[in-house]
């Protein structure tokens, strides 16, 4: 049976993760952390450092980079801060669009 393409960044992150039960979880964190990331993005009109993530959220320097580890582990490389700057301009859009739209719904920009 072959699997179908992701479509949401939930399901590209869970697939990423192994895509199993026991993977749902570390793919439900990431896709987490990927949205505070643009959040945080979005707000400085740029890719955000570590610690200027780590200082809008209100966590430890060390969370950060742990946040960002777990980030990389399943997009290696330049796939990062390019995921996050195409997070943050579809949040974009989609939060001028109304209050309820579901971030984790967001359309794959990579695959």
């Given at each position: 049976m072959t699997r179908r393409p992701a479509r949401t960044l939930l399901e590209l992150c869970v697939g990423r993760a192994?895509?199993?039960v026991r993977a749902s979880w570390k793919g439900l964190k990431v896709c987490e952390y990927l949205i505070e990331w643009a959040i945080v993005s979005q707000h400085?009109?740029?890719y955000a450092s570590t610690t200027e993530y780590a200082d809008w959220w209100g966590i430890d320097l060390r969370t950060g980079w742990?946040?960002?580890a777990a980030i990389r582990d399943l997009?290696?490389?330049d796939e990062f801060?390019?995921?996050v700057d195409a997070i943050a301009e579809?949040?974009?859009a989609r939060l001028a669009a109304g209050p309820?739209?579901?971030l984790h719904e967001l359309?794959?920009?990579l695959a």
């Open positions: 192994g895509g199993n400085y009109g740029r742990r946040h960002r997009f290696p490389g801060p390019l995921l579809q949040m974009t309820r739209r579901r359309t794959v920009p």
